[in-house]
């Protein structure tokens, strides 16, 4: 298509975003000089916090570029510019620039820290939600998203007392966490393995009944017992009502896998059998009876006093990619990306939006590219006239908490 004026060419094809298209958005809507500010934790003069980081993008036909490092803002923006990549994966900040790690003797270029970093996916989530499967999501199971991100976050906060924190959207089926306090990015790698292990509750294949084994001292564990209290706030809607997870005789099953006590679980399956279209609510609830009654006439050495406990927290707790969080020289996805499969913005969540954030309400490119061209003639910031400027309001205020000395306190949305 021919540009006879300013206006950016737009693209409604998801799978096959054109470099011209994309480059129309690093050009346009990108928020560049909030990005540098963010990664490079100062609001002017280049650090080796952005100097020494490395970048990775991947272009068009899929050729991967690692190792790019850019010596200030508008290197950046340069580059971002003319390879227009369809992705932008964030690294490490290296003991040199990246870009001369070819040049450096073996054992010199080594990572030396870089944001703590969670990556929750929907898929892992599979085995338990009934709405969707895959790559696949729908307003019913982004709950366990917003689940995942209440729990994460507060035990960040109040555990770890790390206060400089960004969430952000993948851009399809899950959410990344960002912690950018100083202490968290310079975790070395056993630290962050011990961060993400006491986040960890979940253990065992898809073949395994009962994930969750807690002994009567952790659960007494500040973080367990305000987990459960956010569980429980949850577990009643999400995979009761909106999941059905005892609706039919192959999703009980998994539950009822679970039950330390053979002779409970044929019970409770032939009782269900016989009218299978109870419905979930009411079915857990006379498992619990059950399971309650069981476990006073055999006492608790059998498990059944905290099986309702332990599946609710298996059913709904976070399950973290562990190595995204392990390793400081780990590659992840940048916020304001565009994900190649569905055209949305990968966009940052603010902390208070975690229950009312809709991932189907992020703008696409193809939507923001027309929403710029349909009001081309204002003047101003080509995002302030979109559907993106809440989001980069979002990124403003966190970018504010990790500066040396706070950016205006009223929104410019200068980028």
Request: net charge negative.
């Amino acid at each position: 298509m021919e540009m006879d004026d300013d206006r950016m060419q737009v693209d409604d094809g998801i799978d096959e975003i054109s470099p011209m298209t994309l480059g129309h958005y690093y050009q346009h809507l990108f928020p560049h000089a909030l990005y540098y500010k963010w990664l490079n934790y100062n609001g002017k003069l280049a650090t080796t916090e952005f100097t020494h980081r490395e970048f990775s993008f991947t272009i068009k036909d899929g050729i991967y570029l690692r190792y790019q490092s850019f010596k200030d803002s508008e290197e950046f923006q340069r580059e971002l510019s003319r390879l227009s990549p369809s992705k932008i994966d964030i690294g490490a900040i290296f003991t040199a620039p990246p870009k001369h790690a070819k040049s450096l003797q073996p054992g010199v270029f080594k990572p030396v820290s870089k944001e703590l970093v969670f990556d929750i996916d929907m898929t892992d989530y599979d085995e338990i939600r009934t709405c969707c499967q895959g790559g696949d999501i729908c307003a019913k199971c982004w709950r366990f998203m917003t689940v995942a991100m209440h729990v994460v976050d507060r035990a960040l906060r109040e555990d770890f007392g790390f206060t400089k924190i960004m969430w952000a959207y993948s851009g399809r089926r899950g959410v990344h966490c960002w912690v950018c306090d100083e202490r968290a990015r310079k975790l070395d790698d056993a630290g962050r393995k011990a961060v993400a292990g006491y986040l960890s509750l979940i253990r065992g294949g898809a073949e395994q009944g009962k994930k969750v084994n807690l002994t009567q001292r952790s659960a007494q564990h500040p973080h367990i017992v305000r987990s459960l209290e956010i569980v429980e706030e949850y577990f009643e809607d999400v995979l009761l009502v909106d999941q059905e997870i005892l609706l039919t005789r192959d999703r009980w099953t998994k539950v009822l896998n679970a039950l330390p006590d053979e002779e409970l679980r044929k019970t409770m399956d032939a009782q269900w059998s016989k009218r299978p279209d109870r419905s979930s609510v009411d079915k857990w609830s006379e498992l619990i009876d059950a399971v309650d009654k069981r476990a006073a006439k055999k006492g608790s050495k059998f498990g059944l006093g905290t099986f309702e406990r332990d599946l609710m927290l298996q059913m709904t707790y976070p399950r973290l990619d562990e190595n995204v969080t392990t390793h400081v020289n780990h590659l992840l996805k940048s916020p304001f990306c565009i994900h190649p499969k569905t055209g949305r913005v990968c966009t940052p969540i603010a902390a208070d939006q975690f229950d009312s954030f809709d991932p189907f309400t992020v703008p696409t490119l193809a939507q923001l590219l027309r929403e710029v061209n349909e009001t081309s003639s204002q003047s101003g910031s080509a995002a302030k006239s979109t559907s993106m400027a809440p989001y980069i309001g979002v990124f403003e205020d966190f970018v504010s908490t990790v500066l040396p000395t706070p950016v205006n306190s009223q929104p410019s949305l200068d980028f």
